[in-house]
């Protein structure tokens, strides 16, 4: 099975430059994660949203490169069943012309 979160968005601390250090600001969450589901041992994406949210709220990161690892660290300790996780973290605000963001895949072996 695969569970997809798109655009899951709130507001956190994260960033380098001082505005971001001061000030949260919005950030966009793509999670895309398979793992071998079993009857009754699923996974409730509900709980994988409130532990993203939770975690990049009490971090403060201050690099995309460092939340993306941070929440994979989380997510593959919380979840062993996962084989892969692909996470994207988008900063649409940061910059007038353009939304940035940051992404890697994982495969658990």
């Keep these: 099975m695969t569970i ?30 398979s793992y071998l589901y ?8 509900a709980d994988i949203v409130l532990l993203i949210e939770t975690h990049l709220k ?12 941070g929440t994979k660290n989380l997510l593959f300790s919380t979840y062993p069943q996962l084989k892969t996780l692909q996470l994207k973290i988008s900063k649409p605000d940061i910059l007038t012309q353009c ?6 895949r994982w495969t658990r072996n």
Excluded: C, N, P, W
């Excluded at 009490?58 to 995309?64: A, D, P």
């Excluded at 939304?99 to 890697?104: F, G, I, L, Y």
């Design 4 to 33: 997809h979160i798109d655009a899951l968005s709130f507001d956190v601390i994260i960033g380098i430059l001082d505005v971001e250090r001061e000030k949260t600001q919005k950030v966009i969450i793509d999670l895309e994660a």
């Design 38 to 45: 079993e009857e009754e041992h699923f996974i409730d994406y």
């Design 58 to 69: 009490s971090k403060r990161y201050r690099l995309l490169e460092e939340a993306l690892i």
């Design 99 to 104: 939304s940035v963001a940051m992404s890697h």
